[in-house]
């Protein structure tokens, strides 16, 4: 490569290549971001797109090739010395201190010191309330623990952390993944802005409407290879698609099945919980998706956490027709309620990363995997093998270690956990997100088999896109109750689902956890 | 380059290493060290301290320590010498009476940990002292008696040239090595260690696997106990002291993270024969048994700050 063609580029990579024992998970990776450019960097789950992160922020070093900024040779030795450099980056890991506050989080590598240098407690509040309204953000308290916050807002404070350390190359790993609608349309305002000032932008996002909304141009990884770089719009959407998958998808969504019948599954009546969900009535039928829309913290997570027996509530749940007391997950799976909960933060909650893909698919049925008090490896295997099939987890190879699949990957093992584990009501708590859209296809195909054999279904995403596409019914919530019920009949759109969602807030003059 | 151990199981490897190191050290500075009395001796102790590690090693895999193992071990050393005293047709009796009464400490301990939410070093650190206090009520201060012929068999004699306290002891590394890595309550266990929430997630009942480790931590101590006076042929109030460190150094020089969900009981056993032959060489050596104390001291922290090293390499 002539020294020439990197003049433009405010960070290239040249021949990057990584492997870990053996496995490339990158390899010959090359291509420039220019300044003011918002590049998107897209591709399959395991394709390589955060372990180049990780090596432009210096957290790992790259077997061959090397990293250029601003035409020199760059070689952080961790990632506080790339942020210091002006390279402003959230991971997709998000990793915040949770039990610092949100003003010591955005501040961690530049506290302003008193003269005895001890933290200026009152200077750095005073420039975390700067920064929110620098960038305007509202509805989250400065001086909260982020232990307390929910996954939304941790990632909004991620965002202004790196935001706000006015950065010459930002990079955003999935931040949207975990955002409501209102919350991605500030994300990308503020990318823009900070592209028209100049910064340059690599953005990853599996959600490609997303994409074309806002990259300039757009790089594919397949397998640790790159594909090639795109300006935006030379491709077709289906053309994308090929590039990332390498193969042609049929069609996202596969279309509502019409396996709805009368029988009610899962009826709750006047269920409360903490201090988010008052008295909500809901129904589900057997065979049927009820989607659950609404802002970020109307009670979603407090109704799914209380009917898998995660939070203490109060009222009735009934199961087929009989009440349930649930007190503990087990008393859930017992009732025939099954959770596929991608929590806040996958390698910590949602798996165990240091078990292989077998270990953790079983963890829920060990009963039936075991014979005369010790488990069967060949019922274990029998029982894990066809679902690692289904979801298609990483290489199929179930003695891998899941802390070492990707994390589209690691997500499908939390949802597989549900499909093994024999419930009839499945709580489905933002299971798409971080998957790409192969496995999304997959993934919804899945739910069509599911409701087709009669399973009942809560589901929960904060893509509104998605609920559309695949839910039944869905209700909207607002401070823990119903505010709308609504047939998708084929009448609904996306508009109207988000104008049920901010009128209730509109109405009740709350608007407190919105952003604007 | 790519060893042919798998991950997880390289620390455990290290720990037979290490061993091994030990022992050809041994041969080479002292002579007579391994003769055939001389493996007798290792083994015995050996196995006392693997008998309290074997405990010690189910709690701190769930994530916890239990420090009131030197009393269990001492209490039970004193009432089996006591109660039973010469008559040895009492033993049937008594010593599922003695470890029914460990169990009980230990259900305690449990039942502290996991639903009153005391952390577990002050719950079995206040419940040693319990029990201390407990059985110096009950000796008036001084212990005494005799020490009854099966616990004296078990600690002291042979079947040919086997000692059998090593053949008990090899019954129990069979059981527990299955319990661990083949049965539903070992995998639950390793998942609770790992983490109480993934495992709460998925069903499994984290209070029940949390209490049980403390019982059969006390039963484990209390077994040792029995052993422990027909070894030394008397008990004595503070017998069970030297069992507090030992039992958690074992299970560190095992491979096992002080923090819990890694580790298994064959490293654990390589830990206690490790410690069995540093006693031996290190006074042969010219060395205090102070020495000893540091080095429990020294392989705990340095067990302590691996692991927490081992936890931050991780999550990079
Ligand atoms: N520390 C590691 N040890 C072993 N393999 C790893 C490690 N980190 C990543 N990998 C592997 O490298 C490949 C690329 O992973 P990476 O996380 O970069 O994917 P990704 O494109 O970000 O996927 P996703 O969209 O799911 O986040 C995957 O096959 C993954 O299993
Ligand atoms: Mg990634």
Partial sequence: ?516 | MKLAVPRRHRSIALAYLLLLVLVVVGRIVASGFLGVDHIDELIDEGALIGFVALGQGFVILAGGVDLSIPWVVTSAGILVTTFTGTNSSNMLWDVPLIIGLAAVVGLINGIGVVFLGVTPIIMTLGMSTVVEGALLLYTNGSAGGNVPHPAVFLATHKIGQVPVMGLAWLVLIVVVTFTLSCTPFGRRLYAVGLNRRVALFSGVDVKLVTCSVYVISSCAAAFAGIALAGYVGQSYLGMGDPYLFTSIAAVAIGGASILGGTGNYIGTVAGALTLSVLNALLPTLGFQPAVLDIVYGMVILVAVAAASLGGRARTD
């Fill in chain 1, 1 to 516: 490569m002539s020294r020439q063609a990197n003049e433009s580029g405010i960070l290239s990579a040249r021949g990057v290549s990584k492997s870990f024992g053996g496995v490339a998970a990158l390899h010959d990776v090359s291509f420039d971001v220019l300044p003011g450019e918002i590049h998107a960097l897209v591709g399959e789950n395991g394709a390589g797109k955060s372990t180049l992160v990780k090596i432009i922020a210096g957290a790992l070093s790259p077997d061959a090739g090397e990293v250029l900024f601003k035409g020199d040779p760059f070689k952080p030795s961790d990632p506080g010395a790339a942020a210091e450099a002006g390279i402003g980056i959230v991971f997709q890991e998000l990793p915040l201190i949770p039990d610092l506050t949100v003003a010591e989080n955005v501040f961690f590598d530049r506290q302003p010191l008193t003269r005895v240098r001890t933290v200026a407690r009152r200077r750095l509040r005073a420039e975390c309330v700067e920064a929110f309204e620098r960038f305007s953000l509202t509805g989250i308290d400065p001086e909260a623990q982020v232990r307390d916050l929910s996954v939304a807002s941790r990632q909004l404070v991620a965002i202004l952390k790196a935001l706000a350390a006015d950065p010459s190359l930002l990079v955003l790993d999935e931040a949207t993944a975990a955002l409501g609608p209102s919350e991605v349309t500030w994300l990308l305002e503020q990318v823009r802005a900070a592209a028209e000032a100049g910064v340059a932008v690599i953005y990853i996002s599996h959600r490609l409407a997303e994409i074309a909304d806002i990259c300039q141009r757009l790089t594919v990884l397949r397998n640790g290879e790159s594909v090639g770089s795109w300006r935006n719009g030379e491709l077709e959407s289906e053309e994308l698609v090929r590039a990332i998958l390498g193969r042609r998808l049929g069609q996202l969504y596969p279309g509502i099945p019409p396996t709805v019948k009368p029988k009610v599954m899962l009826e709750t009546k006047g269920l409360r919980a903490g201090r988010r969900l008052r008295n909500l009535d809901l129904q589900v039928k057997e065979g049927e998706i009820l989607g659950i829309a609404g802002l970020e913290g109307q009670g979603q997570l407090e109704l799914i956490l209380s009917l898998y027996g995660m939070l203490t509530s109060h009222g009735s749940i009934f199961v087929d027709g009989v009440e349930h007391r649930i007190n503990s997950p087990r008393d859930a799976l017992r009732a025939g309620i099954g959770l596929a909960l991608v929590p806040e933060d996958r390698k910590t909650e949602g798996l165990l990363p240091t078990l292989t893909i077998r270990e953790n698919l079983a963890l829920p049925v060990l009963h039936r995997v075991s014979h005369l008090g010790y488990i069967s490896s060949q019922k274990e295997a029998e029982l894990v093998g066809p679902t690692i099939h289904r979801l298609n987890i990483g290489r199929q190879d179930p003695s891998q270690l899941a802390g070492d699949l990707s994390g589209g990957n690691q997500q499908k093992v939390v949802v597989g956990k549900f499909l093994i584990s024999g419930a009839r009501v499945l709580l489905l708590y933002d299971l798409t997100r971080g998957v790409d859209v192969g496995a999304k296809a997959e993934m919804f195909l899945t739910l069509n088999e599911l409701a087709a054999e009669g399973y009942s279904m809560l589901f929960y995403s904060s893509d509104v896109t998605e609920l559309v596409n695949v839910a039944h019914r869905i209700v909207v919530m607002f401070d823990g109750l119903v505010c709308a019920d609504l047939l998708n009949d084929g009448s609904l759109d996306e508009e109207m689902i988000v104008a049920h969602m901010l009128n209730a807030a509109d109405r009740t003059g709350v608007v407190g956890s919105l952003v604007r």
